[in-house]
């Protein structure tokens, strides 16, 4: 290698550490403003060098900065956040924008940089859209839960079709057993919440019809339990599991992995004990609590599980074995699971 380079990104600026392994000069500072223009300058120093390499750490900004990379033809690599921190110890100095471009520079150097997968683009579009999907889904059934429990708070009976039908929707209009800040809490949630449907059933249909035309979402839809949203969620933030070397790996990446009983007492047991995407660990999990159903084929373990500990445990449980058994179909599909909509 002949330059190797590392950039630590916020939102003003992106902290830079290059060296250079043949003459052993290192160069650190600052492209400012954190925008394309400004970094496709800087990229350009390095035009017709030889060998270049730099790295990014996978968190908030990582996008823009591997798409110059790429453009600029540059090796590009994403460093795994969580091991990344990991590989760096114990802090024995204070933490700094510098100290941490200089650490993944350090890492990559001595090829123990813990890599990311850097997803094609069609995926990343993909992924922004699930985001905002799984964003949205929650900010909905938060707004629910703040009408009923204004509803509760005041007394006034919870009835199932409040917001599914014309008639509940006129009940909750008129204010019926309200104070005059419960009417106000209501009149301000039923708008957000139409927006919020609108908005939802717009992405909905966006992905629903990318999983049809999709030869890996498709292959995905043939477990049970997996249907056109989650398969799409699994697909994009799963990524190329030829990857991992076990479908154990693939588990790791999803992040359910469970602590168990510890003789030290020091943790519970039952509790997720690593990171993952929190729309993976989403879809994987509303994929497993279908296991209930009595046509599902993980059924009777279900049960087993539930009546041993509880129904999270189960449903987690069942949810490692939907993502086992999407690493080997995924793998087995080779590069036709990462090809584009048709």
Not at 19 to 31: A, I, N, S, W
Not at 159 to 181: H, I, M, T, V, Y
Not at 314 to 338: E, F, M, T
């Amino acid at each position: 290698m002949a330059i190797v380079g590392a950039f630590d990104v916020h939102r003003r600026q992106v902290t830079f550490d290059v060296l250079d392994t043949e003459t052993g000069q290192v160069r650190r500072g600052l492209v400012r403003p954190a925008c394309r223009a400004t970094l496709r300058r800087f990229l350009a120093g390095y035009a017709g060098v030889g060998e270049v390499e730099f790295t990014v750490e996978g968190c908030t900004g990582w996008r823009f900065i591997v798409e110059e990379l790429e453009r600029a033809g540059i090796t590009t690599h994403l460093a795994e956040p969580a091991a990344t921190a990991d590989a760096r110890g114990s802090k024995r100095r204070a933490k700094t924008d510098r100290t941490d471009a200089r650490h993944l520079r350090q890492l990559l150097v001595e090829g123990r940089l813990p890599e990311s997968w850097i997803p094609p683009e069609h995926v990343r579009e993909v992924r922004a859209r699930l985001a905002l999907y799984h964003d949205l889904r929650e900010e909905h059934t938060a707004w629910i839960q703040r009408i009923h429990a204004t509803l509760f708070h005041q007394a006034v009976p919870v009835f199932d079709d409040a917001l599914s039908s014309a008639a509940g929707r006129a009940r909750l209009e008129s204010g019926e057993g309200l104070s005059s800040a419960g009417v106000q809490v209501v009149a301000a949630a039923l708008p957000v919440l139409d927006a919020l449907d609108e908005e939802l059933h717009t992405l909905h249909q966006q992905l629903a019809a990318f999983a049809r035309r999709q030869p890996g979402c498709r292959a995905l839809q043939t477990l049970y339990g997996v249907g056109t949203i989650t398969s799409v969620a699994i697909w994009a933030f799963m990524g190329d599991t030829r990857r991992f070397s076990s479908s154990a790996q693939a588990v790791r990446h999803t992040g359910l992995d469970v602590t168990v009983y510890s003789s030290d007492g020091k943790r519970a047991p039952g509790h997720l004990a690593r990171q993952g995407p929190p729309v993976l660990r989403w879809a994987l999990y509303e994929a497993g609590c279908n296991a209930s159903r009595t046509g599902s084929p993980d059924h009777d373990f279900y049960h087993d599980t539930k009546q041993r500990i509880d129904h999270k445990r189960a449903a987690i449980s069942v949810a490692r074995k939907i993502a086992r058994r999407s690493h080997h179909i995924l793998r087995n599909l080779g590069d036709q699971a990462w090809a584009p909509a048709t």
